[in-house]
Structures are given as C-alpha cells and as structure tokens.
C-alpha cells in the first residue's frame, strides 16, 4: 500500500503542482495556495480570464483527488506554457506482475527500453489518439514509464490534451525521472529489473548517457 512506500526526488518547481498521497492540507485551502503559486509564474495572463481560472481549478482538483488514490504515491499537474492546459503527472505502485512488453504494443503504445532512471531499467510506452470530450475534437497524448522487481513496480504516467504540452512535458521527464528514488517497506530501496523481451542496444544506451 502506498503508506508503506517513500517516495524522495520530487521536488517543487515553477510551472509544476504536486500533491503527495500524505497531504492533508484541506484542498479548497491546497487549490487557493497552488493559484497563487500560479499567478506568480504567469503573472496577470489569467487573471480576467475566469473560464482559463475555473479550468486551472479544477486541474489542480484533480491533481488533489488523485493523490488521494489507493496506491498513489504523488500526482502532479504540470503547466509548461501560459495556458489552461496542464499536462497530467501520477506516479503509482504498480500491483501484480507487469504487463508484458507485447501486451503494451497490443493496446497501441509504442515501446522503447527508458535506461535514464534511478530507479532502474524500464519501459517508456507511448499512445496517441483522437476523442470527442463533451462535444469538443481532443487529441489526447500519454506516456508511460513502467518500472517492476519482483518485490513490486512503479508507473510514471504522462497525459495531455496538446501535443505541444505533451512534448514540453516529457521534456522535462528525464530530469525528472533520473532524481526519483522509491524505498520499499522496511527501507530497502527499489531497483527495477531488467525487462523481458527487450534487447538493450548498448549504443544506445551510450548515446543517452552521453547526450551523444
């Protein structure tokens, strides 16, 4: 369960809000400071704006419940650009065996290994794809970062609403991905396996390291 796990590395920036699964802040009080951490970022672009100002609300509302979640460690909106449209961010244990790499190409991701993490080897699965939300055309962009051990997984999840949030967004997921330490109940820290069905490319690998 999520109260067993720590989670370090993920620390407050401009233009991101996060919400551990601890926080117990009231969240009318939570949403009130995060607006005021958003006006500083981005001045007055919003401030006679109230549909841009109830769309902020209710992403940081969301960004609230969900930390609440059963096996949510944080969740995070992220705002790259003076615009109403965050990209989505949840960091979640993962429950029982991981999904093969099949599974995850099966469902339309595209798969590639992701060796950039402290937490170990694992999987960066991509999905695009095009829905109609309250009568409105939206193009919607994930990503997940699959992490697992025999003593269980983590997944990072990235959605978003605009490819350009998305692409500003996942950006910044290296950075991101490369400071996040979990520890497991008892202390031990989590090191995700190698992943089935996956031949790493050492080159590859290299020119990641490298920046090459």
Not at 32 to 55: F, I
Not at 151 to 163: K, L, Q, S
């Amino acid at each position: 369960m999520n109260e067993t796990w720590r989670i370090d590395g993920v620390y407050p920036e401009q233009g991101w809000s996060c919400a551990a699964c601890d926080l117990e802040t009231d969240v009318d009080q939570w949403i009130a400071s995060e607006e005021m951490r958003l006006r500083t970022w981005w001045g007055d672009a919003w401030a006679q704006d109230e549909a841009a100002n109830r769309a902020n609300r209710a992403a940081l509302k969301d960004t609230y419940d969900s930390a609440h979640e059963p096996g949510m460690l944080v969740a995070m909106s992220h705002w790259p650009l003076p615009v109403p449209l965050p990209s989505r961010i949840r960091i979640a244990i993962a429950s029982g065996p991981p999904a093969p790499v099949s599974a995850w190409r099966d469902a339309g991701f595209d798969v590639d290994e992701w060796i950039g993490s402290s937490l170990g080897p694992g999987l960066k699965c991509i999905a695009e794809r095009d829905e109609v939300v309250n009568g409105n055309a939206v193009h919607l962009s994930t990503a997940a970062y699959v992490f697992a051990a025999q003593d269980g997984g983590v997944m990072v999840t990235v959605e978003a609403g605009t490819r350009e949030v998305f692409d500003l967004t996942l950006a910044r997921m290296p950075v991101l991905l490369s400071n996040l330490a979990l520890y497991l109940p008892g202390g031990a820290r989590f090191v995700a396996s190698d992943v089935d069905g996956m031949t790493r490319n050492t080159m590859d690998e290299w020119e990641k390291v490298s920046d090459a």
